[in-house]
Structures are given as structure tokens and as C-alpha cells.
């Protein structure tokens, strides 16, 4: 084990010039935004799409119902969790306050990423290091079985797909300690439809299953019928967004691919789990009919025993308040990432400023005010987390 962690850490943004150059300068401009000079990561690094993303981690963890997907041991609790590709640091800061809830006040975060966009957590009462440091360049700044929870969370637009993920994943598994745990979070950027009336997911624990009735969101298994987008302005970006993403060698579709590839590391990690959830982004059609049926049906009955007719008024909505504010949240999230693609989508597109703007226009009519995302259209999300063997 490497004795010498203060000065890798401190050295780790410092190994070659060309690495220094591209941390102390990492940005550009494009088109009004600010992003990341010379590297494939294809979303902004500004403002907006931090709050893009801070609003996607609030939902994530709002509908798993905590910040940890995987269960703490009681006997064990952590003493020091790494966040890979930080970003704002949200994350970090949201499990501080979901530990702090059981009682678990003496945990350390770490931070890890390429440029310094967190806060400085410290000011909260977070024990919070930040460590800048290119994912591209292994092995990481950390020892050996240094942390007892590493979470990977939205990498997929980071980390390229064959041997970069496979050298992050193994750099996960060396720092993790022997019984550690490692979490995945992600989500696809390929979106789906959900088809009526989706028959239970087999397998989902209990609490799983009220917490999606609470949120009104769809458990995900293998079982869990879907088809290709309705929506035709979720049709085009769907098409764009994976044309834009294969020629970078991201994936589109995470959520996919990480069961198996977690099983695959049987002399590394075990216990592996996860928990999928469909987060449709708006009133289902399907939802209001059956709903509207039970109405009536309810209503004939009352009739019937009073021999008149009722005035036929129908409930506004089929969703609480919360369970609206959780889907319209989905939605956002959505149009805010394909605002943050623009100039992949447009070069893949072909339409100048002009036409996308048209285009743009047109999609955000539909789906904000002729609610066009109410035929199962869904955001899909998910949580693996195994532990170090």
C-alpha cells in the first residue's frame, strides 16, 4: 500500500505539463456555453446544467427514498465515502444529511473530479475534501481499500464504453476496502414508453413497491413492457442522441449494460442488486381513462341506489400534488439535457440556428402546454450496489 497519499493527492493534477495546462485552462466557449477543452464529455460545464443536474440527483434519490440505494450495516457504519465525478458536490452533501438522520455524524467525503465546480461542503459542517484529477489517468489518487462506500453516479457521459470503463471499474474495486460497497447510479438518455397497465415487477420488495405507489412511478424488471417513444419531438432527439453519442463511443442507454457488467467481476465484487424505476413525465392517458372509468363506475352504482343522475364532473387529476411536481420534474430534466446537447444535436441533425430554433420551439409547445409526454413516455433511472468481495 502506497504510505505517501498526501503528496499523490497533491501531485495528482500535476503529472505531466499537458495534464497541468488542460486543468489550470479547461474551458471553452461554444455557442454561449461554457464546456470542457479537448475531451469528450459532451455536456456543459456551467451553471444551468449543474442545476440541471443537481435537480436530477434531488429526483433520483426522492423517489429511491434516500441518498444510499444500498443498506448500511448497523454494526458498521461508514467512516469515509468517495464521489467519483463530483460536479457540484450535491450529492455528497444530500447523503451527509441522509447519514446524519441515522445518527451517523463522524462520516468524511471525498470529491473527485476534473475541474473544481463543488462548493467547499466544509462551510455546511460536511468533513469534505475536494481531489482534482482527470478520470482518463489511472490509477487514481487514492490507496488501496481506502473508502467504505464509492458511488459512480451519471459516468456514462464521462467515461467511455469498453476498456476506459472497464479501468475506472477496477480502480473503483482496488480503492473500495474488503467488504466495502460501490454504488452505480444512471439513467438512460434514450427514452422509452411505457406500456398500459405494466404488471408488477417481479422480485420488488415490498417498501419498493409502496414507495412506487407513493410516487407514482413504474418498478423496472426484465417483465416491465415498453416501446419506442410516442412522442415524434422525443423520436428526433432520441435518433440525434444516439447518433451523437455512439460517434463519441458513450452510451445512450447505461441502465442496460451494468447488471452484467458487475457480474462479471465474480472474484472482485458479489451481493450485486439494483433497482430500476420509470418516471413517466407527465398525466398518463391510460392512468386518467381507467381512473375516469372507475369514477363513473362509482357514480352509476350511487345512482342507481338514488334513482337520479349525477351532473358527470370527473376529478381533474389522477396524481397528488407531489406525484405531479415528481413527473414534472422528470420532464424538465429531459428538455434541460437536450437544450445542454445542442451543438451535438445540431451538427448530427443538420439544421442550422434557424431550424433548430423552430424546432425547439415547436418541442417545447408540445410537451409543456399540449402535455405531448402523456402516452407513457417515461425517464428511466437506476441503482446498482454490490459489495468488495
Known amino acids: 500500500m502506497d504510505t505517501s497519499r498526501g503528496s499523490v493527492s497533491s501531485s495528482s493534477t500535476q503529472s505531466t505539463k499537458e495534464d ?4 489550470k485552462n479547461p474551458f471553452v466557449l461554444r455557442h454561449g456555453r461554457r464546456y ?3 475531451l469528450p464529455y459532451p455536456l456543459p460545464c456551467d451553471l444551468p446544467e449543474l442545476q440541471r443536474q443537481n435537480l436530477h440527483t ?3 434519490t426522492q423517489i429511491f427514498g434516500r441518498a444510499l440505494a444500498s443498506s448500511l450495516s448497523p454494526n458498521s457504519p461508514p467512516s469515509k465515502i468517495l464521489e467519483i465525478a463530483c ?13 446524519s438522520e441515522l445518527g451517523h455524524n463522524d462520516v468524511s467525503f471525498t470529491g473527485l473530479d476534473i475541474v473544481p465546480l463543488a462548493a467547499d461542503l466544509r462551510r455546511q459542517g460536511i468533513d469534505w475534501r475536494f481531489v482534482q484529477h482527470d478520470l482518463r489517468k489511472v490509477p487514481l489518487p487514492f490507496d488501496d481499500g481506502e473508502f467504505d462506500i464509492v458511488v459512480m453516479k451519471d459516468l456514462s457521459m464521462v467515461v467511455p464504453l469498453g476498456s476506459p470503463s472497464q479501468r475506472i471499474l477496477d480502480e473503483a474495486a482496488r480503492i473500495l476496502k474488503s467488504g466495502g460497497t460501490l454504488e452505480i447510479w444512471e439513467t438512460d438518455h434514450i427514452i422509452r414508453s411505457i406500456l398500459p397497465n405494466p404488471p408488477r415487477a417481479p422480485g420488488t420488495r415490498a417498501d419498493e413497491n409502496a414507495s412506487a405507489a407513493a410516487t407514482a412511478t413504474f418498478p423496472i424488471s426484465t417483465t416491465t413492457p415498453f416501446a419506442e417513444v410516442h412522442n415524434k419531438f422525443l423520436q428526433d432527439s432520441n435518433n440525434w442522441i444516439q447518433e451523437a453519442l455512439d460517434k463519441r463511443k458513450l452510451s445512450p442507454t447505461p441502465c442496460a449494460r451494468i447488471t452484467q457488467m458487475l457480474l462479471q467481476e465474480p472474484e472482485t465484487l458479489c ?11 407527465g398525466e398518463l392517458r391510460w392512468e386518467r381513462e381507467a381512473a375516469a372509468e372507475k369514477i363513473a363506475s362509482k357514480r352509476r352504482e350511487s345512482e342507481a341506489a338514488k334513482g337520479h343522475k349525477g351532473s358527470g364532473a370527473l376529478g381533474s387529476s389522477t396524481l397528488t400534488e407531489e406525484q405531479a411536481a415528481f413527473r414534472y420534474t422528470a420532464l424538465l430534466v429531459v428538455i434541460q439535457m437536450i437544450e445542454s446537447l445542442e451543438p451535438l444535436l445540431k451538427e448530427v441533425s443538420g439544421k442550422n440556428q434557424e431550424e ?12 409543456l402546454e399540449q402535455k405531448g409526454a402523456s402516452s407513457g413516455e417515461c425517464l428511466e433511472i437506476g441503482a446498482w450496489w454490490c459489495r468488495k468481495v
Open 87 to 99: 460536479g457540484s458536490g450535491y450529492w455528497s452533501s444530500m447523503c451527509h444529511e441522509y447519514l
Open 58 to 60: 434531488l429526483l433520483a
Open 356 to 367: 433548430w430554433q423552430r424546432w425547439w420551439g415547436s418541442m417545447m409547445t408540445n410537451l
Open 20 to 23: 497541468s495546462d488542460t486543468l
Open 36 to 38: 470542457l477543452r479537448d
Open 271 to 281: 451481493d450485486v442488486h439494483y433497482r430500476r424505476v420509470a418516471i413517466p413525465m
